[in-house]
């Protein structure tokens, strides 16, 4: 008999927590599937040719701007700046010597001890030995050039996309070495009809579901691609969204594009929402119990979401905290209030 009762009397009261509806002028909106990618991608290339001594990094890893990532063997070159350093140091003493030599003629030559040949012979010797110093200058600046080349690295953060050497491989100048996409310039590009783009504002903020995730974040829309596609007459929309660690070109993402005109739709938090046999609901305390109700969504709004459902008003409670386990009817106590 007791057990009976018990049974008989339902699940004891739920503690829960409400939320409000408000009004708001919102646009209805649907989800396109788009992809990801780097709008920014540098193929790093060689400007010298060498042997590789080391490539610092794999496909996938994050890099910072200035992080080596290739490094050339440079034992030849030192040998040829050190012999270039050398041939300075030879060219200083040929000038000092020149030096002296025109000196001591140019003194001779004012008081008529020498002829004009050997003034202007002497004077065309310390000259040339500038000369030399100079051109010696200027190949030691060009080998510590391709010294500091030897090594490449990092034109920005980034991701590394595809690794196209590996140490000991003797490289060409032009030869690439790795591909990176910009962490900071990560996007999705995402097709609409081209009917809806009356309803889209460039900078206007939309949501982004990684669908390998289930995560959502915020995209922002700055531009669209210049050619719509042929057949279908779509039109591709870029959105821009933050930088993240763990992602992979190509990629899908669901995008939450407006597709109407704003008008007065009742909106409340997404954490209202449950799900039963596919379809959406929310659950409103209606004299101390549970009370559920469908609902049906026209847009989402980050952590919110509106509706066009009549009876879900500004003043209607909707229960925000505690209704994973809610059952219909079931008696409530309301822990608190959210605004």
Known sequence: ML??????????????????????????????????????????????????????????????????????????????IALAKTRIEQNELRIQNTQKHFKRLERLYKSSGVSEKDYDDALYTYQDAQKEKQVAQDTLKKLLIKKRRSVISAPFDGIILSKDVDSGAWVQQGKQLVSIGSSNDLFVRAPIAETLLQYIQLGEKVEVTLNAFNKQIEGEVLGIDPVADLKTKNIFLKIKIPAMPFVAQNMSANVFVPSSDKRQLSVFSRAALIKFQGKDFVYSVKDGKAAILPVHIVAFLGDRVAVDTEYIVPGLPLVVEGNERLRPDQAVVVAGEQN
Do not use: C, W
């Open 3 to 80: 057990g009976s009762f018990a049974i008989a009397q339902g699940p004891p009261p739920a503690k829960v927590v409400l939320g409000s509806v408000v009004k708001e002028s919102v646009s209805k909106n649907q989800s396109v599937t788009g992809v990801i990618y780097y709008e920014r991608v540098s193929e790093i290339s060689t400007e010298v040719v060498g042997l590789v001594e080391a490539v610092e990094v794999n496909q996938g890893d994050h890099v910072k701007k200035g992080q080596p990532l290739v490094r050339l063997n440079t034992e030849i070159l030192e040998r040829e």
